[in-house]
């Protein structure tokens, strides 16, 4: 190296090797670029990949891993329900502060018309300089990202799971992305520390929710639902020309989620994430598993006549169910999210591997892409071409521990939402209430039918047209009477309490670093 001299192209440009003047005249060579491993290729674990290839281009060499993929020819694809991979459905609410953050390249591939509509309203986080929340197909995302990975920003995508390596290697990052019950953080534990659940416990014992997510496809348009999901706490819809209706459950509903083989119930539903499509004589059943969904073909089920009221308050009836699935939300501390994994190597948690979120304010996604996000930007202002030491991610942390503080808070308070006189009260409690009597039908109208209407008056200068009062009045006054008292005693989305300022991610350098073509000598 005597006789050559170091210069910097651009303020995070990549270190080129320039001879000394009179001297004979060599091909540059590069330093070497910033080496990133991810494990896991979920949305969040895509979107950091293109993210810091858009941002860093050929300084950084960026390889995928997951295990939900397979090789087909020369391209590596999505496995299916073949290769007993259940895919992802849901319908998913990106705000506008996160999808206008995407590189450019990705938003339009994503916003293609006809795959998101925009049927939230405007809010903080989805401010009218950005625009409306976009709903989307988590699916669609996987597709657009896992194929643009690979014909726009040339990542290396491996089928298969991540297996932490015996040594780093060179590795300068590991973004740990493989979602809320994350093998590879756990395999890092005692660098990450082991996550808690007392911070979300109710007396002593960690609060979980069981929610069934309901597929459908919808009669009337995305938006006119909004007010009726805003009203109650029982059913949410959210929707993209049909979509998912999710129902919280009480315990003892719960315990009616059995998938029946044919010598009695088996693991299925619950367990695997596997849906139950619709089959003859009104049964659900699970393909992979042979299985039937009990409360459809139980005379004496609780459960199936209160799944059928909900679907009706949305206008959508049995015939238009195209699935049932059935999850547990739950929600963990975690004490940090970057560590430094061996002298030259830091790793990162990163979406529902840092924080999995109760998803009732829809903000899971929302919290990984501003993770993917921000460690990428910090990335790209950190980078000098060499070694990154601890003080490079105080930024990053910082804003995952705000995160976690902000997206925490507010899906807490989702789950034990306080009553008139500020007691917290869980759904669960609240919808017990509403199954027992007495009940007074026509006020339980009334109040519901004025819950919907005062929120449809409050939105309307933040959305488009709603339907009018009679539709709605309608679709209270369907309901069966015990349902009703359940959507009233579960109380109206909390918006106060959980809107407020959100986190906000920094913003790429603007300033590019100069090309420089692989080769080319700047003297002579
Ligand atoms: C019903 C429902 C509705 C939701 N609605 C919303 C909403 O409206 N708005 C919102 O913001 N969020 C919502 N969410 C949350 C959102 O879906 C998640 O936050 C998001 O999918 C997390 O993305 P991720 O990439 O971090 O994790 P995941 O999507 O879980 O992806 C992890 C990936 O890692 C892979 N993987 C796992 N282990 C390994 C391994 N060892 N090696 C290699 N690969 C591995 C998996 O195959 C997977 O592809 C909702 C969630 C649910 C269940």
């Known amino acids: 190296m005597a006789d050559e001299k170091t210069v910097l192209i651009g303020r995070c440009g990549p270190t080129v090797m320039l001879p000394k003047q009179g001297s004979k005249i060599v091909p540059l060579r590069r330093s070497t670029p910033l080496r990133v491993d991810v494990a896991g290729g979920g949305p969040v674990g895509l979107a950091f990949a293109c993210s810091i290839k858009s941002l860093l281009g050929e300084q950084v060499s960026v390889r995928v891993h997951d295990r939900r993929w397979m090789r087909q020819g020369n391209r590596v694809v999505w496995k299916g329900l073949a290769e007993g991979n259940n895919r992802r459905e849901q319908v998913v609410t990106l705000q506008s502060n996160v999808w206008a953050a995407l590189p450019a390249a990705v938003q339009e591939r994503l916003f293609t018309p006809g795959k998101f509509s925009e049927m939230w309203p405007l809010g903080p986080d989805s401010p009218a300089s950005k625009g409306r929340p976009r709903n989307i197909k988590i699916r669609w995302i996987e597709d657009c990202l896992l194929d643009m990975a690979q014909d726009v920003y040339g990542i290396e995508v491996v089928p298969g799971a991540y297996t932490p390596p015996t040594s780093f290697d060179g590795l300068h990052v590991l973004a740990i992305a493989d979602g809320a019950r994350s093998a590879t953080r756990e395999a890092f534990k005692d660098q990450f520390g082991t996550p808690s659940r007392e911070l979300f416990s109710v007396d002593g014992s960690p609060l979980d929710e069981r929610v069934l997510g309901i597929r459908v496809t919808a009669k009337s348009p995305d938006e006119h639902t909004v007010p009726l999901t805003v009203a109650q706490n029982r059913f949410l819809f959210n929707s993209l020309g049909g979509g998912f209706i999710n129902m919280r459950l009480t315990a003892e509903e719960a315990s009616e989620i059995v998938a029946l083989g044919e010598s009695g119930p088996i693991s299925c539903i619950g367990k695997f994430g596997c849906t139950m499509r619709p089959a003859s004589n009104g049964r659900f059943v699970c393909d992979r598993h042979r299985a039937v969904f009990k409360p459809s073909v ?154 919907v209407i005062g929120i449809k008056k409050r939105m309307g200068d933040r959305m488009g047209p709603l339907a009018t009062d009679e539709w709605y009045y309608g679709r209270v006054n369907a309901l069966d009477t015990r349902t009703l008292k359940v959507m009233v005693e579960s109380g109206a989305w909390i918006t106060r309490e959980i809107g407020g300022e959100e986190v906000e991610v920094p913003s790429a350098e603007t300033k590019v670093a100069e090309p420089v073509r692989r080769g080319l000598s700047l003297v002579g």
């Open 298 to 451: 139980d005379k004496l089920s609780y459960l199936w006549p209160r799944i059928l009221d909900g679907l009706r308050f949305f206008g959508v009836g049995v015939a238009d169910v195209v699935g049932i699935n059935s999850f547990t939300l739950g929600m963990q501390q975690m004490s940090k999210f970057t560590a430094q994994l061996a002298p030259s190597t830091f790793g990162f948690l990163l979406g529902d591997a840092a924080n999995s979120l109760h998803f009732w304010p829809g903000r899971g996604l929302n919290t990984g892409l501003k993770s993917a996000l921000s460690l990428a930007v910090n990335l790209q202002k950190r980078w000098r071409g060499k070694a990154f030491r601890a003080a490079d991610f105080a930024q990053h942390e910082g804003i995952m521990q705000q995160l976690q503080y902000r997206e925490k808070s507010r899906a807490w308070t989702t789950m034990l939402m306080p009553d008139s006189e500020g007691t917290p009260r869980g759904i669960e409690d609240r919808i017990r209430e509403g199954l027992q009597g007495p009940y007074d039908r026509a006020a339980l109208v009334q109040t519901l039918f004025e819950r």
